[in-house]
């Protein structure tokens, strides 16, 4: 099945920095979602979007909806010890097939140094 | 407790043996999804159930039975395990109209 391209694969980054992922396809989505997993857990939701254009913020989390409809952009500030983990992004596609099957791309490995 | 669990957490079993993996959620959530996640490979995605009773294959179904007679059960169950199906296995499930999925805490499967 697709996948989407995620980049960053990993970040090694000092406590109290920003950082930025993000999510690209050659297909159109209708609705994109961020999520974080930590060790020896499930992935937990952190931001849904709907609309492209959309800006949403969880915290000091920011993620967009590309205008193009096919990528999506997470933003971490003044990032923290427990930011770690790995990020995933999710999409569904407009014409997908089967309703309510998520595309996922393979994460971003987030290790924050204290 | 409200939500969704997975039993059990972790599992070894021999190559060739019947494993079944739970899941159960409290939401009543119409929709139910079976992934397993390896690296390199990420999330893929067994099956799904839109309903009770009403179920369809993914990504990666060979090797994978479901079923689906109440809605807030979905158990996986592997027919003859094998080497290769060792990996993490994450149940999720959303509500109908709503493409946001929720997941479980996973089962931790090894297969010797």
């Known amino acids: 099945g697709q996948q989407l391209n995620q980049s960053p694969q990993s970040m090694f980054i000092q406590e109290g920095e920003d950082v930025s992922m993000n999510c690209t396809s050659s297909?159109?989505?209708?609705?994109w979602l961020w999520y974080k997993q930590e060790p020896g857990e499930g992935p937990v939701l952190l931001i849904a979007?709907?609309?492209?254009?959309e800006l949403t913020s969880n915290g000091r989390l920011t993620a967009q909806f590309g205008i193009t409809r096919k990528d999506s952009f997470l933003n971490i500030s003044a990032s923290i010890p427990s930011d770690v983990g790995i990020y995933f992004c999710a999409g569904q596609r407009v014409s997908g097939g089967s309703n309510y099957k998520l595309t996922f791309g393979k994460g971003t490995l987030l290790t924050v140094n204290p | 407790d409200a939500g969704i669990t997975q039993s059990p957490r972790y599992k070894i079993t021999e190559t060739g043996r019947q494993v079944t993996l739970m899941c159960h959620q409290t939401?009543?959530?119409?929709?139910m999804f079976w992934y397993r996640q390896d690296l390199g490979h990420g999330l893929r995605l067994i099956y799904y159930?839109?309903?009770?009773?009403?179920?369809d294959k993914g990504e990666v179904p060979d090797g994978y039975v479901v079923s689906r007679s109440k809605t807030e059960n979905f158990p996986l169950t592997l027919e003859s395990a094998t080497r290769s199906q060792t990996s993490v296995y994450f149940c999720?499930?959303?509500?109908?109209?709503?493409?946001?999925?929720?997941f479980g805490p996973g089962t931790r499967l090894t297969v010797l």
């Open positions: 979007l709907y609309k492209a254009g």
């Open positions: 297909s159109i989505f209708n609705t």
């Open positions: 159930s839109a309903a009770a009773d009403i179920t």
């Open positions: 939401w009543s959530h119409s929709y």
């Open positions: 999720a499930s959303s509500d109908r109209g709503i493409n946001e999925q929720f």
